[in-house]
């Protein structure tokens, strides 16, 4: 029912920034949660970030609180991760999903989310 494409991943130093994007077609309306997650080499996915679909409610694990900013655009049915101070530990793939809820319930976990895009890498060098 619904198609997630992201794109906006690379190679960068420490300290760069990058933003992702994540376009999603199909189902409309567009009644749904959108967040990303990560997943390193040799690492389960990761929760990352997450934005409710009303209210603008958003989550962020610890380990990017601060540095990384999530927005979404329901008129483009498009939502942003703006990642900032890049560190090394940051690069993974990372894939944008989406997920049927509450208007102003951010999930975050994986099973909360029913579609999910193909992923794009990123990575940060030192």
């Known amino acids: 029912q619904v198609q997630l494409v992201e794109s906006g991943g690379g190679l960068v130093q420490a300290g760069d920034s990058l933003r992702l994007s994540c376009v999603a077609s199909g189902r409309t309306p567009s009644r749904y949660a959108m967040g990303w997650f990560r997943q390193a080499p040799g690492k389960e996915r990761e929760f990352v970030a997450a934005s409710s679909w009303i209210g603008s409610n958003t989550y962020y694990a610890d380990s990017v609180k601060g540095r990384f900013t999530i927005a979404r655009d329901n008129a483009k049915n498009t939502v942003y991760l703006q990642m900032n101070s890049l560190k090394p530990e940051d690069t993974a793939v990372y894939y944008c999903?989406?997920?049927?809820?509450?208007?102003?319930?951010?999930?975050?976990?994986?099973?909360?989310?029913?579609?999910w895009g193909q992923g794009t890498q990123v990575t940060v060098s030192s």
């Open positions: 999903a989406a997920g049927y809820t509450g208007n102003y319930y951010v999930p975050r976990l994986r099973d909360e989310y029913d579609y």
